[in-house]
C-alpha cells in the first residue's frame, strides 16, 4: 500500500509540474504576444476590455447567454499510458492540459484570465496568474483521495461531481463575479493591468 | 398486477464531500481576493483565477 501510495504521488507531482511548466508558457506566450500587438499605455482600456470579456463568461455561465466557447474540442491522449510508464504519461497529460489551448474546457472563465494575460502586456505577472489557474486544476487531483469513499471509487466520484455541474458552475460564476469585481475597482482608479 | 421497481437516485457522499471542499475554498478565495486587493489590485485577480482553475475539474 505504501509502495502504490508513493507511485501515485509521483505521478501526480510530475503531472502538477509538468503542467506548471507548460502554464508558464502560455502566460509568457500570452503577455508578450499583447505586447507584440497592442500599445503601451492602455491603462483603463485594458481594463474595460477584460471586464467585457469576464462579464461575458459570468453570463454565459449562469445560463443567461448560449455562447459556444472558442476552443479545440480535443482531450488529451490516453494511449500514452499504453506507451510510457506512469510519471511520464502524468507529466506528458499534466503538460497537454496545462497548455491551455490544446484541451478542451467545458467552462469560460479560463477566457477572462486569457484576456488580462494579454492586456497586462507584463510577463512576469501573466505567468503569475496562469501558475495560480493551473494550481487550482491540479488541486483538485492532489484531492482526489479526500473525496473518495474508498480507493475503488473514482467513477463513482466522477459522476458525482458531472451530476453537480450546475452547481460547479455557480460557483466558476462567482469566481468570475469576484474578477469583475477586482477590474472595476482597477477601472474606478483609473489603472490599468500593466505594471 | 406488475409491480413496478422505482430506483431512488441516492446522493453520493463523494459530492457532498466535493461540494464541502468546494465551498471552503470559496470562503478562502474571498479573503484572498480581499488581502490580494489591499496588496496591489492586480493582486485581487490570483484567488477568482484559482477558483476558475478548481471548477474546470468538470471538464475531465
Known amino acids: ?98 497548455l491551455l489551448f490544446t484541451t478542451w474546457f467545458t467552462l469560460s472563465g479560463v477566457w477572462s484570465l486569457i484576456a488580462v494575460a494579454v492586456l497586462s502586456r507584463d510577463p512576469a505577472y501573466a505567468v503569475s496568474l496562469l501558475l495560480v489557474y493551473w494550481a487550482g486544476r491540479a488541486l483538485s487531483v492532489w484531492l482526489t483521495p479526500l473525496m473518495l469513499a474508498d480507493a475503488a471509487s473514482t467513477p463513482q466520484l466522477l459522476d458525482a461531481i458531472g451530476g453537480r455541474r450546475r452547481f460547479v458552475q455557480r460557483v466558476h460564476a462567482l469566481a468570475l463575479a469576484g474578477a469583475l469585481g477586482v477590474l472595476a475597482a482597477l477601472l474606478f482608479q483609473g489603472r490599468g493591468l500593466g505594471a | 398486477m406488475a409491480t413496478e421497481s422505482i430506483s431512488i437516485p441516492q446522493a453520493r457522499p463523494e459530492g457532498s464531500r466535493f461540494e464541502r471542499i468546494t465551498l471552503g475554498l470559496v470562503a478562502l478565495g474571498a479573503l484572498a481576493t480581499v488581502a490580494g486587493l489591499a496588496g496591489g489590485l492586480r493582486a485581487g485577480l490570483y484567488a477568482p483565477a484559482f477558483l476558475l482553475g478548481w471548477t474546470q475539474l468538470v471538464g475531465l
Do not use: C, H
Open chain 1, 1 to 98: 500500500m505504501a509502495g502504490k501510495k508513493k507511485v501515485w504521488i509521483g505521478n501526480v507531482a510530475a503531472y502538477t509540474v509538468a503542467g506548471g511548466i507548460a502554464s508558464a508558457l502560455v502566460g509568457s506566450g500570452l503577455s508578450l504576444l499583447g505586447r507584440a500587438l497592442l500599445p503601451a499605455g492602455l491603462g483603463s482600456v485594458s481594463v474595460a476590455i477584460a471586464l467585457v470579456v469576464t462579464a461575458t463568461a459570468a453570463v454565459r455561465e449562469l445560463g443567461w447567454l448560449s455562447l459556444p466557447l472558442p476552443q479545440w474540442r480535443r482531450q488529451t491522449r490516453d494511449v500514452w499510458a499504453k506507451r510510457f510508464r506512469g510519471p511520464v504519461t502524468a507529466a506528458f497529460w499534466g503538460f497537454d492540459v496545462g
